[in-house]
């Protein structure tokens, strides 16, 4: 199951990602918000993160004006990766190397057809489970 949540600013690609991903088969939980009227990222970030942590959902996808704000707010959830993302080399990359859960995408900076080619690639992609990679992702946890 795929958690997904927006605030107003990513509320129209995040319907367009939702319709997508049905489309291709995938389970998708929507966290909100559910119109274009305006609303606080933190509260959405925080709802998908806490899907992951608690088990509900596998992984998400977090869209606001730039993906920064709600990027932001997911990665002060302990255990939380969340990679914004503007390109396919990016997002394949945050999940092989960075075993990104959260991908974060900003509706104002790109168009829906790369949005929805970063949303496959990110999904597609896996976790290299390279020693190295483990070892940084444990600085991470560490905060060392
Ligand atoms: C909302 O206007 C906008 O600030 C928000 O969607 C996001 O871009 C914040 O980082």
Redesign the pocket.
């Known amino acids: 199951m795929i958690g997904i949540g927006?605030?107003?600013?990513?509320f129209s690609l995040k319907q367009t990602v939702i319709q997508h991903l049905k489309e291709k088969g995938y389970e998708v939980k929507d966290y909100g918000c559910y119109s274009e009227e305006?609303c606080d990222?933190p509260i959405y970030a925080k709802a998908v993160a806490q899907g992951i942590k608690n088990g509900e959902i596998t992984g998400g996808i977090l869209?606001?004006?730039?993906?920064?704000?709600?990027?932001?707010a997911a990665n002060k959830i302990p255990g939380i990766r969340a990679a914004s993302c503007t390109d396919t080399f990016s997002a394949r990359a945050a999940k092989e190397h960075n075993h990104a859960n959260i991908l974060a995408l900003?509706?104002?900076v790109i168009g829906k057809g790369l949005a929805l080619d970063i949303v496959d690639t990110f999904l597609e992609a896996e976790f290299s489970n390279d020693g190295r990679h483990i070892r940084r992702i444990e600085m991470i946890e560490n905060e060392s």
Request: charged residues 15%; hydrophobic residues 20%; proline residues 0%.
């Open positions: 927006s605030d107003h600013g990513g305006s990222y869209i606001c004006g730039t993906g920064i704000g709600i990027s932001i900003g509706e104002r």
